[in-house]
């Protein structure tokens, strides 16, 4: 390693990289947990098995921002989800509804229009 301020992450095909501690800590409290762990150990190194090389190379570029990607882009669907992995983006599966239903009754919305009922003009 470079520096003690970096880490090494271990793709699943085996590809090393190096990567800043502190940055990967603020990314995500995935990173942070890991990281937590394996503070006393002289080398701290992250096993990413189910991502391959590029894949967490992407990310670590992301998390620089050295590159950009809409990960909403139905094309970039395996970079969501190593991203939601990671923690770097939220989790897609929330349920929103539940939210939505209380948030609308406290400002006395009615968002149920066209759910089952005719709209009458």
Not at 2 to 17: F, H, N, P, Q, Y
């Amino acid at each position: 390693m470079e520096k003690s301020t970096d880490c090494v992450i271990v793709a699943g095909d085996g590809k090393r990289l190096v990567a800043d501690k502190r940055m990967l800590a603020d990314s995500s409290t995935f990173f942070r947990d890991i990281l937590s762990t394996l503070c006393h150990l002289e080398e701290q190194v992250i096993q990413l098995p189910s991502l391959d090389g590029k894949m967490v190379e992407l990310l670590i570029q992301i998390i620089k921002g050295e590159a950009c990607v809409d990960v909403w882009a139905v094309e970039n669907k395996h970079v969501l989800e190593a991203a939601e992995f990671v923690g770097i983006v939220p989790q897609s599966n929330i349920d929103f509804s539940d939210f939505m239903e209380e948030f609308s009754l406290d400002q006395e919305w009615d968002l149920s229009f066209g759910r089952g009922r005719r709209n009458q003009a």
